[in-house]
C-alpha cells in the first residue's frame, strides 16, 4: 500500500496555485493582506488567518453510501508545523499523519509533509472560485458547486460550506511530488487492489469532493469524499472533520 489522502480537501495539490505579491512578504502576510482585502464578500464570513501548530483531525465515514465495504478504518491529522518562501512563493507546510486499513492490503500508517502556497489560506482564492465556478490547471480542474450545509459523524453541525472538486485529473499531477491528489490516488488504488483481487488494478475518473468552512483548521475541510472506479467498479471513502 502506498498511502491516504486527508484532507481536502481539497483541494489541493494547491502548488499550482500563486498568488502575486511583493518579494518581501512572508507567508504570514500574504495571508493577512489577502485576508484584510476589500474583495466583495463570498457566500461565507472571512477565513481567520492561519496558525502554527493548528490541527484537524479526520476520520473515516464507514457509511456505505461514502465509502467501500472494503475499507475497514480510516483516520489522518493535519497540521501546520513550518513556513517559508516569500511573495509568490510563500507556502506553509501541511504535516498529513495517516492511519488506514484496506481488507486483503493491510494497514499502514505514515506521514508526509505537503507544501501549500499561502494563497491557498486567503479569502481571495475562494472569491475568485466562486465568481469563475470552474479553474482549468495544468493537471486538472476544480469547480464550485454551491453551497450546503454539512453534519459530522461527532454530531458537529456546519451551515453553509462552499463545495468544491476536484476532477478530470491528468496522470501528471500523480507525479509532482507530495499532494493530496497523489495520496487521494493511492487510497483508491489500494481499495481497487482488494476489490478486483489484482494489486496493479488501474485507477479511472478519480474526483475529490470538499465541503469547506471557514471555522475549520488547516485547510478548512468539514468533509472530503474520494471517488473513482476500476474496472467499471466504484470505489469510493468519505472522511468527516473531527473537532478536538
Not at 56 to 69: G, H, I, Q, V
Not at 160 to 169: F, G, M, S
Not at 188 to 207: E, Y
Request: glycine share 8%; with cysteine; hydrophobic share 35%.
Amino acid at each position: 500500500m502506498r498511502t491516504l489522502t486527508m484532507a481536502m480537501i481539497a483541494l489541493m495539490t494547491i502548488s499550482l496555485f500563486s498568488c502575486q505579491k511583493k518579494p518581501s512578504d512572508s507567508a504570514d502576510e500574504v495571508a493577512a493582506k489577502n485576508n484584510n482585502n476589500n474583495n466583495p464578500p463570498g457566500n461565507q464570513s472571512q477565513w481567520r488567518p492561519i496558525r502554527m501548530g493548528e490541527m484537524a483531525d479526520y476520520e473515516l465515514d464507514k457509511n456505505s453510501r461514502r465509502t467501500s465495504p472494503l475499507v475497514n478504518r480510516g483516520s489522518a491529522t493535519a497540521k501546520v508545523v513550518n513556513q517559508g518562501g516569500s511573495g509568490a512563493n510563500a507556502f506553509y507546510v501541511i504535516s498529513l499523519d495517516y492511519d488506514i486499513d484496506v481488507t486483503y492490503v493491510g494497514g499502514q500508517t505514515g506521514q508526509q509533509n505537503i507544501d501549500t502556497p499561502a494563497y491557498f489560506f486567503t479569502d481571495a482564492l475562494m472569491d475568485e472560485l466562486r465568481q469563475k465556478k470552474q479553474m482549468d490547471l495544468t493537471s486538472f480542474k476544480i469547480r464550485h458547486l454551491g453551497i450546503e450545509d454539512a453534519n459530522t459523524l461527532d454530531g458537529q453541525s456546519y451551515d453553509k460550506c462552499d463545495v468544491v472538486e476536484i476532477y478530470d485529473v491528468q496522470q501528471g499531477a500523480l507525479a509532482q511530488g507530495p499532494s493530496v491528489i497523489g495520496l487521494a490516488e493511492s487510497l483508491m488504488a489500494d481499495t481497487a487492489a482488494a476489490t478486483t483481487g489484482t494489486m496493479n488494478a488501474s485507477v479511472d475518473n478519480l474526483v475529490i469532493r470538499a465541503r469547506l468552512h471557514p471555522s475549520v483548521p488547516v485547510m478548512g475541510a468539514v468533509q472530503l469524499d474520494i471517488q473513482a472506479s476500476s474496472g467499471g467498479l466504484p470505489l469510493k471513502a468519505g472522511f468527516d472533520y473531527k473537532k478536538r
